[in-house]
């Protein structure tokens, strides 16, 4: 173990024993008021995985392996507290525009990797991940308190942004409890048209990742949960997939014959409209194939965005039902309720297109 570990570890261990030591005191009677019990440096909260979390009560400092938990640092104003981020985070210029700081905070985690001495070196009080990232267990060895979150379906993910703001302190909590709100608020607007919806009047539809347009998500996954919000079929799901980034064959989805198909890169649209192959599905013979809209993060995807994306699919998969529905407004009134950023209209258009915030594209 390095100099830099061996710190953290001890860092640790430090703390287990004040801990200790605080409830002996309590419990023996000899604290004598409530005074002393409010001095208590360390405080425990259960994760998404059932582990118990020693934290400090004040957090200021906070890490993350990005992607979608970087956005809801965002989402609940801790944008302050981060002290390291992703590559992707970095990389992405909706990002930088709507919080120019993540210029000067370091990158720690690639992929699903981590630099465990960069980390080290930020001192994070907690380091907040999705589970199922292959650093996980060496973070859980190095001694600095991991909080695991989970996000399959819309209920994982209001309680993992709402277990962030408990983390993170009473400002955001607030805030991730208004995010609740508001997001099912949202469901409640789409649902009470799309509910009565019969199978046969619900379109099928597809959602392709990566540039092949051939990695998708099935049962058990929020893809699947609003698309069947706004009105629509998983085909994969229907098919007996489960789980998220699943491969699958253009053969498979040439079967499946969606309605529509909605993909998550825009190299992928192009592969899908020029390829022969995919050109007597339903969705390509009749114009409804569409890129996923992505700003702070890509919204079909595990995302605070999830609140847009269930407007914006019910759009696409039910016109008729939702002609009324302005999605560049509702872009624009997200951003400046939740991330305090004024979006102008051409910058909401370009998020809805998939477009990066400038003349590029």
Same mark, same amino acid.
């Given at each position: ?9 001890? *860092? ?23 005074? +002393?019990?409010?001095? =208590?440096?360390? *405080?425990?909260?259960?994760?998404? =995985? ?12 906070? +890490? ?7 956005? #809801? ?6 944008? $302050? ?5 992703? =590559? ?92 609740? +709100? ?27 990742? $990566? ?56 190299? &992928? ?7 022969? *192959?995919?050109?007597?599905?339903? &969705? ?27 407007? #914006? ?18 872009? *624009? ?10 979006? =102008? ?8 297109? +998939? ?5 590029? $594209?």
């Amino acid at each position: 173990m390095n100099y830099v570990l061996k710190q953290a570890s001890e *860092r640790l261990y430090l703390k287990i024993i004040l801990f200790t030591v605080l409830c002996a005191f309590f419990v023996s009677g000899c604290s004598g008021n409530e005074e +002393a019990n409010k001095s =208590t440096e360390i *405080r425990t909260i259960t994760d998404m =995985t059932g582990r118990t979390v020693f934290l400090p009560v004040a957090v200021t400092r906070v +890490a993350s392996n990005g992607g979608a938990i970087d956005e #809801w640092f965002l989402l609940l104003g801790a944008q $302050g507290k981060m002290v390291s981020t992703s =590559t992707r985070t970095k990389m992405n210029p909706w990002y930088e525009k709507i919080y120019p700081g993540i210029k000067n905070i370091a990158p720690t985690f690639h992929n699903s990797g981590v630099n465990l001495e960069k980390l080290l070196k930020a001192r994070p009080d907690v380091v907040l991940v999705l589970s199922g990232i292959e650093a996980q267990e060496k973070l859980a060895e190095v001694g600095i308190p991991l909080v695991v979150l989970e996000r399959r379906n819309p209920r994982e993910l209001k309680a993992g942004i709402t277990l962030t703001g408990k983390v993170l302190g009473s400002a955001e909590a607030r805030a991730a409890a208004e995010f609740c +709100a508001y997001y099912d608020e949202n469901i409640h607007r789409i649902t009470e048209r799309t509910a009565s919806l019969s199978r046969e009047e619900r379109r099928k539809v597809y959602l392709g990742g $990566g540039p092949d347009a051939l990695r998708t998500e099935g049962k058990n996954s929020l893809v699947t949960s609003w698309i069947e919000i706004a009105g629509g079929i998983n085909v994969a799901a229907q098919a007996g997939i489960s789980g998220i980034g699943r491969q699958v064959s253009v053969e498979a989805v040439i079967k499946w014959n969606p309605d529509v198909i909605i993909l998550t890169e825009r190299a &992928a649209k192009e592969e899908v409209l020029k390829s022969g *192959r995919w050109r007597d599905i339903n &969705a390509v013979k009749n114009g409804q194939v569409y890129v996923n809209p992505r700003g702070i993060y890509l919204w079909s995807v595990r995302s605070a965005e999830e609140a847009l994306q269930i407007l #914006w699919a019910a759009k696409v998969i039910h016109p008729e039902l939702f002609a009324d529905l302005d999605m560049v407004e509702e872009v *624009r009134k997200f951003h400046k309720k939740f991330y305090k950023y004024d979006l =102008t209209a051409d910058e909401a258009g370009r998020m809805l297109l +998939a477009l990066p915030p400038d003349s590029k $594209g």
